[in-house]
């Protein structure tokens, strides 16, 4: 009998995705940060949803506090990296009955501070009973239709830059980022982003998803991939989840414009090529590598 | 320590519920089976999520088509509970990894059958590993402002009436009932509903939220209560969750136009009285019984 562990977490969305059909106020489906959807002359609306699950994306140790702005923060980060902001979200919780009250008001807390600071309107919600803590949270956003970006329009030529710095997958960033959403409006707001995509399943699985999706190809730098102090393993860093930096492609002219910016969150790590290019590392030694498929799978 | 299970569901509900506050474009928060947000000149939009656990809303042993039918049209019937109709959702599921890829299937053909019956588009999702199965279902709506109805404008002398016939708790109606969201929209297009609520939480426990919510009283009659064949113990019916019914109110000419209608479905089981009336059972035989609180909890 075959097992979602044998197709793996892309090969049952796949699967899912393939069956569906939508209608014409749907601009885009599943296979994105967001989906998106008509909204009215000048706006869409996007719509994401997350879910937390315990032992799998954070543990009892952690700060609830920490553990709440973490759920709330991730669809942030998606919205962000469709060039929207958020507006109004639904939180579903299943708690088991032992909860201490304390633990779910700091939860809560945690959830409350950051949807205020990214002004997110928490509209409603759901309480469950279940054996392990689940939170699952639906955003709805805004973008204005010109600017919408995409994974899907990366151009061969097109500089690929990241926001920050990986933190590598031994860190607590994945409970402390901080959603680039004034980064991603600022881009929006200024240049002509081609395709951006947040770091979320790890920076080469996540530049693989803009690669496929816009049919071509690229190649990174060693000596360019910003890498947190103490970060020694390059390829584990390249492959590590729930960096949630925003990772995004331009034209060059574009690129130099924001370069002339002069915004050191801003870093140029690569370039786009033709889909035939393949995917490749320069590593220091300026030697060409293939990069395989890698990155932080659920199954 | 306090824990969860010392203030009960609504009791946590009420804690988070008071530290939220929403800027103008939210119409209703939370405390309503949908929330409301404002869209455009003629129509709300309505965001509703309901989350559903292994062995709380389902076991395994249930038919995983059936499951997925479930997720999808719990939120349905919140949204035909506002008078509105179901456009797009976005689905988190949580999995073992064990799970069978047949069961996975299953489930999704279950939502996806039900969603393109009632026209609502699947946009998308996320998929996540857990150790019980866990969906999660997020659901946009739309509602014409003058139609949209809530739980708070049922008024003394209103005649309450439900859709359907309660099947009581031992039944598998959960997995089978119909969204009534054609009923829904029938009673908005051609009549002025006060109060609506889909049951849920179980007759008492719903009727007891239009009325707190409305600061009213009622009387509903024994003689009145629609129940299916071969349920014999009144209380467990009055107070059995997951019916799905919709209970509703409207004026006293509005209900003589909706019974001149005779249409089958709805059924006149009750009056809404002052508040100071209270909230009563009249029974088979004239007798005036108080309605204590009860009805299911998840804590």
């Given at each position: 009998?075959?097992?979602?562990?044998?197709?793996g977490?892309?090969?049952?969305?796949?699967?899912?995705?393939?069956?569906?059909?939508t209608?014409?106020?749907?601009?885009?489906?599943?296979?994105d940060?967001?989906?998106?959807?008509?909204?009215?002359k000048?706006?869409?609306?996007l719509?994401?949803?997350?879910?937390?699950?315990e032992?799998?994306?954070?543990?009892?140790?952690?700060?609830?506090?920490?553990?709440?702005r973490?759920?709330i923060?991730?669809?942030?980060?998606?919205?962000?990296?469709?060039?929207?902001?958020?507006?109004?979200?639904?939180?579903?919780?299943?708690?088991p009955?032992?909860?201490?009250?304390?633990?779910?008001?700091?939860?809560f807390?945690?959830?409350?501070?950051?949807?205020?600071?990214?002004k997110v309107n928490?509209?409603?919600?759901?309480?469950s009973?279940?054996?392990?803590?689940?939170?699952?949270v639906?955003?709805?956003?805004?973008?204005?239709?010109?600017?919408?970006?995409l994974?899907?329009?990366?151009?061969?030529?097109?500089?690929?830059f990241m926001?920050?710095?990986?933190q590598?997958?031994?860190?607590?960033?994945?409970?402390?980022?901080?959603?680039?959403?004034?980064?991603?409006r600022?881009?929006?707001?200024?240049?002509?982003?081609?395709?951006?995509?947040?770091?979320?399943?790890?920076?080469?699985?996540d530049?693989?998803?803009i690669?496929?999706?816009?049919?071509?190809g690229a190649?990174?730098?060693?000596?360019l991939?910003?890498?947190?102090k103490?970060?020694?393993?390059l390829?584990?860093?390249?492959?590590?989840?729930?960096?949630?930096?925003?990772?995004?492609?331009?034209?060059r002219?574009?690129?130099?414009?924001?370069?002339?910016?002069?915004v050191?969150?801003?870093?140029?790590?690569g370039?786009?090529?033709?889909?035939?290019?393949?995917?490749?590392?320069?590593?220091?030694?300026e030697?060409?590598?293939?990069?395989t498929?890698?990155?932080?799978?659920h199954?």
């Open positions: 009998m075959r097992r979602l562990k044998d197709i977490e892309f090969g049952l969305i796949e699967r899912f995705r393939k069956s569906i059909r209608d014409p106020s749907v601009i885009k489906a599943s296979g940060d967001c989906a998106v959807l008509k909204l009215d000048l706006n869409y609306q719509f994401t949803c997350d879910m937390l699950a032992d799998v994306d954070f543990t009892l140790k952690d700060k609830p506090y920490l553990i709440g973490k759920a923060a991730v669809s942030l980060s998606d919205i962000a990296a469709c060039a929207g902001q958020g507006r109004y979200c639904v939180i579903s919780l299943g708690l009955k032992d909860t201490p009250l304390k633990f779910a008001d700091e939860l807390k945690g959830m409350r501070d950051i949807s205020r600071k990214y928490i509209v409603g919600g759901d309480l009973r279940s054996n392990k803590i689940i939170i699952d639906s955003m709805l956003g805004q973008v204005e239709k010109k600017r919408l970006v994974r899907e329009r990366a151009r061969p030529g097109d500089i690929i926001t920050g710095e990986l590598g997958p031994a860190s607590d960033k994945h409970l402390k980022f901080t959603p680039r959403v004034e980064e991603a600022f881009l929006a707001r200024n240049f002509k982003i081609n395709a951006m995509i947040d770091i979320s399943d790890g920076l080469v699985q530049l693989r998803h690669l496929n999706k816009s049919a071509v190649v990174i730098y060693e000596d991939i910003p890498l947190s103490g970060v020694r393993n390829s584990a860093a390249l492959n590590s989840g729930e960096e949630f930096e925003l990772l995004f492609t331009l034209s002219r574009e690129a130099q414009k924001l370069l002339a910016r002069k050191a969150e801003f870093k140029p790590i370039e786009i090529r033709m889909k035939q290019y393949g995917f490749k590392l320069m590593d220091k030694k030697q060409l590598i293939n990069i498929p890698k990155g932080f799978r199954f």
